[in-house]
């Protein structure tokens, strides 16, 4: 650090596990459970100025925040380096494995990125905050004032088995989905549509996406089926859905297997499941095996390294969007932040938003706010959100009274479905 830069260290680090209502919404590997886990973490420095961030909140998580939390204390807010040695340092040996929020999906990401993550949107709040600036503008600068999100449609039960039909209802087939399609669109007036696929038969989804087609001839189209599907299946839903799909995600599994596909469809194929992080991308290049990387500043190692991985995608000359699990209004703020100052993300990125209930958050309501599909970027500095004590301690209550630990979507399916196969390429 230069000796003239004012230290700024972190004197507190808090992180807090806490649970919201989720939807019964389906997926390849399960379904989701009556509640969504994620961790709260709130770091502070000498002068008493304070940062947020969120991340998952499965217990091995939970418990390599905790440990990373300890070694934090008295890195200085401005020196993300440090920050990133001191995870590192934290780090034990099975930490590559499990609890990393995905509910059973493939998910090799880097621990160190995905510890690194919520203290590093935490420290570019407080930056932000003690320089008056939003975080876009620590990130080079906003070259868009609003971000554009999609309508992310799934599969659903009408809700969750033993309590009453949500608002939502029951979507299982096309119509069904049409129906939740129009319902998102006229609350949040989203201009792209994303599917969450490898729930039903290949050739049910098909029906569905052409479905969602002549009900919204202008919207793009997004399939994502988790790596449902084998090289063969992805290779005739991509030929039969030429035309449709603005992009076909994560159809099969592993670089290898995307790189057979990508030679095949005409569509762009895009990933959040074969490249995770930095290690994937050469060789994903090499086989020009994707063309779309969707980032996700939770699994990315934060908002920097989630830029940088831009750079490396514009380079190559793949394009950009953005991946997203159930979350909330922290997560939302650094999506936004990130996104507005990103000038090659170009798709709507993808949200969960809409499912959980507008109440269940740990942030002051008001300051994001969708309209037209958009968020508007806060422009007060740092992510410009204010946590919510009371807020944050009701979710709090709910995670220790909730009875989850760790998200596990196969376990709740074969409550109702004991032979349920979650198994990628199963069809
Ligand atoms: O929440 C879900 O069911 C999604 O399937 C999620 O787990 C995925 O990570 C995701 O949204 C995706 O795009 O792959
Ligand atoms: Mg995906």
Redesign the pocket.
């Known amino acids: 650090m230069p000796a003239d830069h004012a230290a700024h260290p972190i004197t507190g680090v808090r992180v807090t596990p806490v649970a919201f209502r989720d939807k019964p919404?389906l997926?390849?590997v399960g379904a989701?459970e009556p509640f969504a886990l994620r961790s709260i973490v709130e770091v502070v420095t000498a002068d008493g100025t304070a940062g947020l961030g969120e991340s998952y909140g499965d217990l091995p998580h939970l418990r390599r925040l905790e440990r990373a939390a300890e070694l934090l204390v008295g890195v200085d807010i401005f020196d993300l380096n440090a920050m990133m040695r001191a995870v590192v340092a934290s780090l034990t040996a099975d930490d590559g494995v499990g609890g990393h929020g995905?509910?059973g999906?493939v998910m090799n990401s880097s621990a160190a990125d995905r510890v690194l993550s919520p203290f590093e949107v935490a420290a570019l709040d407080v930056q932000g905050k003690l320089i008056g600036v939003p975080v876009s503008e620590l990130l080079g600068g906003a070259v868009r004032d609003r971000v554009d999100y999609s309508a992310?449609l799934?599969y659903k039960w009408a809700g969750h088995p033993g309590e009453a039909e949500d608002e939502w209802g029951a979507a299982l087939d096309p119509a069904g989905l049409v129906t939740q399609a129009r319902r998102i669109i006229d609350d949040y007036g989203f201009s792209a549509i994303?599917l969450?696929g490898g729930v039903r038969p290949p050739e049910e989804e098909i029906e569905a996406i052409r479905a969602l087609r002549a009900a919204f001839p202008d919207h793009p189209l997004r399939l994502?089926p988790?790596t449902a599907w084998t090289v063969p299946t992805s290779i005739k839903v991509g030929t039969e859905l030429a035309d449709i799909l603005e992009y076909l995600?994560?159809p099969t599994k592993g670089i290898d297997h995307m790189a057979a596909v990508a030679r095949e469809v005409p569509m762009p194929l895009a990933t959040?499941?074969a490249v995770v992080s930095f290690e994937h991308l050469p060789p994903a290049v090499a086989q020009d095996a994707v063309q779309v990387v969707?980032s996700d500043h939770h699994f990315w190692g934060g908002l920097r390294r989630s830029q940088t991985l831009g750079t490396i995608c514009a380079t190559w000359g793949m394009g950009l969007s953005m991946?997203?699990?159930?979350h909330l209004g922290i997560s939302l703020a650094a999506m936004t932040h990130l996104a507005a100052a990103t000038p090659t993300l170009d798709y709507a990125c993808?949200t969960?938003w809409p499912w959980k209930d507008p109440e269940d958050d740990v942030v002051v309501p008001g300051s994001l706010v969708f309209s037209d599909g958009a968020v508007t970027v806060p422009t007060a500095p740092g992510l410009g959100i204010e946590l919510d004590p009371d807020r944050l301690a009701r979710l709090h209550e709910q995670y220790l009274h909730c009875g989850l630990r760790e998200r596990d979507?196969t376990g709740y399916m074969r409550r109702f479905e004991p032979d349920f196969d979650p198994s990628a390429e199963r069809w």
């Not at 991946?323 to 159930?326: A, E, P, V, Y």
């Open positions: 919404l997926n390849t989701h995905m509910g999906m992310y799934f994303k969450k994502d988790n995600e994560d959040n499941m969707l991946h997203s699990n159930s993808d969960h979507d």
